[in-house]
Nanobody, 124 residues
Framework: QVQLVESGGGLVQAGGSLRLSCAASGRTFSSYYMGWFRQAPGKEREFVAAIIRSGGRTLYADSVKGRFTISRDNAKNTVYLQMNSLKPEDTAVYYC?????????????????WGQGAQVTVSS
């Protein structure tokens, strides 16, 4: 079992930055692929970014590529999402998720554990 707790959300003006953190319980954090997803009001959940166990490979949605960076610190059982050049369309609840294995880390159903979500609001 893995419990995930997001933090770092908030209100920011367009062009600003935020860093989300996701702290994981348990001693096997390094064995999990980690992902970030988001869901805006009235829209379906969408993939944002993913990172493999060692952190050596990352994957991004086209909409955030070049602006967001996913990273992890296995010693701290934490995954991060650095968000720069934020746009109003980035406004959503952001969720971190964990899976023991994944062939398609951009697919939400591949993940076994989810956090409660963190609200990110970008004003224009």
């Amino acid at each position: 079992q893995v419990q995930l707790v997001e933090s770092g959300g908030g209100l920011v003006q367009a062009g600003g930055s935020l860093r989300l953190s996701c702290a994981a319980s348990g001693r096997t954090f390094s064995s999990y692929y980690m992902g970030w997803f988001r869901q805006a009001p009235g829209k379906e959940r969408e993939f944002v970014a993913a990172i493999i166990r060692s952190g050596g490979r990352t994957l991004y949605a086209d909409s955030v590529k070049g602006r967001f960076t996913i990273s992890r610190d296995n010693a701290k059982n934490t995954v991060y999402l650095q968000m720069n050049s934020l746009k109003p369309e980035d406004t959503a609840v952001y969720y971190c998720a964990a899976t023991g294995s994944s062939r398609n880390p951009e697919l939400g159903y591949e993940y076994d554990y989810w956090g409660q979500g963190a609200q990110v609001t970008v004003s224009s």
